[in-house]
């Protein structure tokens, strides 16, 4: 999901991917960038529970793919039902009334999670290795946007540990009534492997400054950062029990927390698909709470009237960034008809500036796709593009003899009914689509199950308001693209999920609001 974002338009290569419109030279970028290590040391292949390291109940392992080469990083203990209710019942220990953790100040609760920012800042080098080792997105990326919004995100929840609280409320009669924002309890995380990193945090962040505890599962294609955040969780202070990681597959120790009548919550980021298995199971189980932030397909406007060079730019980096494993990248890019045939001409150009190789090189904007599944998958979309009539305008191919490496692909003359502009592919093929009228564009832009996300490139203010007040998404940019901040909520409209996460809003799924009444001798003003 996600690259930083900052004002001003910036035209420089291989890192202005990564840099968005920050005032910092490419050069700067680069140097602030410690090499890195390209086979660190991997400590934490086990699952996490009550602060200790275990084998799995089953004894089963599976293993981790690097998928720069297609090789095994290592085996992983693999967590299932057994393991969640392990998990589980550590963590309903830990949140047992009159429990250290229960009894610790909000304030405390902040000062754990400032710990663990630190920590991770301290190791901030060897966790982007690490991440770029088992995830293949580049190194640099993964230094300088992925890590720098971990750490933010951790200390803006740490911050809201004691200011996210309950109100007096006036009561007719002789009663003091007051409200209390408690923790909903147990919470089941599922995480998905795109910003394996990032929506640890997402999750973690919110759930502990509110008082939760927590059973995280992570993403089999890369669990190794996910564990080694867990060390650093220990090293924090947390009490055992409040936060457990069970690294495991999805149809078992997924399904066995979405399932589990001793969990209060699950918190869910992945595809619309496996949401919907997820509400199922909560509805049927014990109804607990869902928030769930799933696929989409994304418009991006693009008018005619857009600075040409900056729509080019932010609408590759939109579609491209992180290999277009993104759930909110701008898949369908829509280009109004007399600017159509320059826009296809120079983000063809583009794409073939783009570098894609060893996601270690700083030089690198692209590396593989996450595994071979995804890789097969994205080749039949490019595929199925071609069968239906798209014109393919650059790449559709794989970009190495190993690895899960594939070209930047273009399609032009792409409508609306075909498969490629209906279906969320999750990798780097753009589909540029043309249209007449903003009121076309609009209903065009909205006739889709999903409503994440969305953007608009105009220089005509009005335009920009009319078309993002029309457009049903989560979050719509205007000018710009991919521009988060642990401050503003994210989450989408329809079938991309509910609920959102991030900023203040992402607090309130986490809490249960109870109202106390107390009957007084005399009530005065």
Not at 453 to 461: I, W
Request: charged share 20%; hydrophobic share 40%; net charge neutral.
């Amino acid at each position: 999901m996600l690259q930083a974002a900052f004002q001003t338009p910036c035209k420089a290569a291989p890192l202005r991917l990564l840099l968005g419109c920050r005032p910092l030279s490419i050069a700067a970028a680069a140097a602030s960038v410690p090499q890195p290590n390209t086979r660190p040391d991997i400590s934490y292949k086990k699952i996490f529970i009550n602060n200790e390291w275990h084998d799995s109940v089953s004894r089963k392992t599976f293993p981790t793919i690097n998928p720069s080469t297609g090789e095994v990083i290592c085996q992983v203990a693999e967590g299932d039902k057994a393991d969640v209710d392990k998990a589980v019942k550590a963590a309903r220990d830990a949140f047992k009334f009159g429990s250290p953790w229960r009894r610790m100040d909000a304030s405390q609760r902040g000062r754990l999670l400032y710990q663990l920012a630190d920590l991770i800042e301290r190791d901030r080098a060897y966790l982007a290795a690490l991440e770029t080792l088992d995830n293949g997105k580049p190194y640099a990326i993964a230094y300088l946007v992925d890590l720098d919004m971990v750490i933010k995100h951790l200390r803006y929840y740490a911050g809201w540990a004691d200011k996210f609280h309950g109100k007096t409320v006036s009561m007719d009669g002789d009663f003091f009534t007051y409200t209390r924002h408690e923790p909903v309890g147990v919470c089941g995380q599922v995480i998905p492997w795109n910003f394996p990193l990032l929506m640890q945090a997402w999750k973690l962040g919110p759930a502990l400054a509110t008082g939760n505890v927590v059973v995280m599962k992570l993403a089999e294609q890369t669990p190794l950062t996910g564990l080694y955040v867990a060390s650093l969780i220990k090293e924090a202070g947390f009490p055992p029990g409040v936060v457990n990681i069970i690294p495991g597959f999805g149809h078992s120790a997924g399904a066995a927390i979405s399932s589990h009548m001793d969990i209060d919550k699950v918190a869910f980021t992945g595809s619309t698909e496996v949401g919907h298995l997820i509400q199922k199971a909560a509805a049927e189980s014990n109804l607990k709470r869902v928030t769930l932030e799933l696929g989409g397909k994304s418009p991006n406007i693009i008018m005619s009237d857009a600075d040409m060079d900056w729509a080019v730019e932010q609408a590759h980096s939109a579609l491209f960034f992180n290999q277009g494993q993104c759930c909110c990248a701008g898949s369908r890019t829509y280009v109004q008809e007399d600017i159509y045939h320059e826009f296809v001409e120079r983000s063809v150009e583009r794409a073939k500036a783009r570098v894609v190789g060893n996601p270690f090189d700083l030089r690198t904007e692209q590396g593989p796709q996450v595994d071979e599944n995804q890789y097969k998958k994205v080749l039949g979309y490019i595929s199925t593009g071609k069968k239906e009539g798209a014109k393919l305008l650059y790449g559709g191919s794989p970009a190495a003899d190993k690895g899960y490496f594939i070209q930047p692909t273009i399609f032009g003359e792409v409508q609306d009914n075909m498969i490629i502009a209906k279906e969320e592919i999750f990798g780097p093929v753009m589909q540029i689509l043309r249209f007449k009228s903003i009121e076309e564009v609009i209903n065009r832009a909205n006739d889709t199950k999903y409503g994440l996300a969305a953007a608009v490139f105009t220089k005509d203010v009005d335009k920009a308001n009319y078309i993002s007040q029309g457009l049903r998404a989560g979050t719509v940019w205007i000018n710009c693209y991919n521009v988060f901040g642990s401050q503003a909520p994210f989450g989408g409209y329809k079938a991309s999920g509910q609920g959102r996460e991030g900023g203040e809003y992402g607090l309130q799924p986490y809490t249960e609001v109870k109202t106390v009444t107390m009957r007084v001798p005399q009530k005065n003003s």
